[in-house]
Nanobody, 123 residues
Framework: QVQLVESGGGLVQAGGSLNLSCPAS????????KAWFRQVPGKEREFVAA????????YYADPVKGRFTISRDNAKNTVYLQMNSLKPEDTAVYYC????????????????WGQGTQVTVSS
């Protein structure tokens, strides 16, 4: 059974930091692109950051550029999201995902998803 399990979410004050991790089990994702998306109630899931299978290329949504960093460790089958200078508008459920190919910013490009972890940023 393939599983992606996010952890590291929680409650933090504005300006603080969190580090999300997402280990995978059931198969290797070393050849897959990985990404983080987020979603708030009543809104569509939105792209946050993506990383190529080798880790050589990274992509970020404009609202998080310069504050968030995506990385991966293929030996551990894990993707990470370091979030700094958090703002209340970053509050959302964060999901990790894996893709064999396609546009990195599209939800439909991703084949596997985790269950999500809540991030709440207080003002």
């Amino acid at each position: 059974q393939v599983q992606l399990v996010e952890s590291g979410g929680g409650l933090v004050q504005a300006g603080g930091s969190l580090n999300l991790s997402c280990p995978a089990s059931g198969r290797s994702f070393s050849s897959y692109a990985k990404a983080w998306f987020r979603q708030v109630p009543g809104k569509e899931r939105e792209f946050v950051a993506a990383i190529s299978w080798s880790g050589g290329r990274t992509y970020y949504a404009d609202p998080v550029k310069g504050r968030f960093t995506i990385s991966r460790d293929n030996a551990k089958n894990t993707v990470y999201l370091q979030m700094n200078s958090l703002k209340p508008e970053d509050t959302a459920v964060y999901y990790c995902a894996a893709s064999e190919g396609g546009s990195y910013y599209l939800v439909t490009s991703y084949d596997y998803w985790g269950q999500g972890t809540q991030v709440t940023v207080s003002s």
